[in-house]
């Protein structure tokens, strides 16, 4: 499992790509973050998921792309429920063996398969899916525009992308800048209508949106909640949380959660056709 060192965070600090794309697969493949958040890593969790794969109106037809996977429970929900083949891509490699045994567990091993990659340079051909989704990361990729253009690319004419996200609405106070809140999706999240625009100008039409912010602010109260726990648990040696600073973490989600009720930080889900050519 990848460790989050301070170097790591110092070199993303200063604009060290790689090392932000590194320091974001580091966290995310940590086993104790499903203590805070649950194995779902995105506000919503389970019913978002199901309700985007509506959405995208998914079938057994559909090879569906889970861009940024985590540990494959998006992917796994919906090769359950949809019955459609899902490709998970993921930067951390922990990320995709925990996905690989997620998948197995709940008998989709057959239907899933996932892989290492980066959003923003896709390991697959031209038009080889007929779906993308992505839960909860693309706020975190430094290129938007690179990623946008890889889904479309990844996509036959016709095909679908859905996305769920963290939105801002006006400038961030400063617990929710630099590194860490980047990490923690806040950083760089964006107006709702700037990922329109950012999906518009790579070539998606039609582009619906959804307001989901009842589920950003019911996870940051959760994860208020079970900080404590995390914070005893790390005290006596159970969990070992590299140099992740705990109280920096929580000073964050009180100054996020207090975000959230002034309207400033929000949950979005975004559904666009790749237009027939
Ligand atoms: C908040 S988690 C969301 C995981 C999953 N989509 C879910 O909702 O459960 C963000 C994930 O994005 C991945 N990630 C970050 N940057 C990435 C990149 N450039 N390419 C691929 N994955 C990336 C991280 O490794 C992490 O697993």
Redesign the pocket.
Known sequence: MSVVTAETFTAAADGDVAAL?AC??AV??QEWLSLLVGD???PGGLALTRHLGKRLRLGPADRVL??????G??SVLLAQEFGCHVTG????AT?IERATAAAESADVADRTAFEV????SLPFDDGSFTAVV????FC??PSKAQ?AAEMYRVLIPGGRVGITDLTVSGPLPEALQGVAAWVA?VADARPVQDYVAILTAAGFARIATEKHNDAIAKLIADIQTKLMGVSILAGVGKIDLGDIDLAAGRTMARVARQATRDGLLGYCLLTAPRPAS
């Open positions: 794309k974001c697969a995310y493949g779902s890593l995105h889970d861009i940024a996977c985590g540990t429970t998006t891509v993921d930067y951390g990320q990659g980066d959003a923003e992505c839960e909860c990361a975190t990729f990623a999706c």
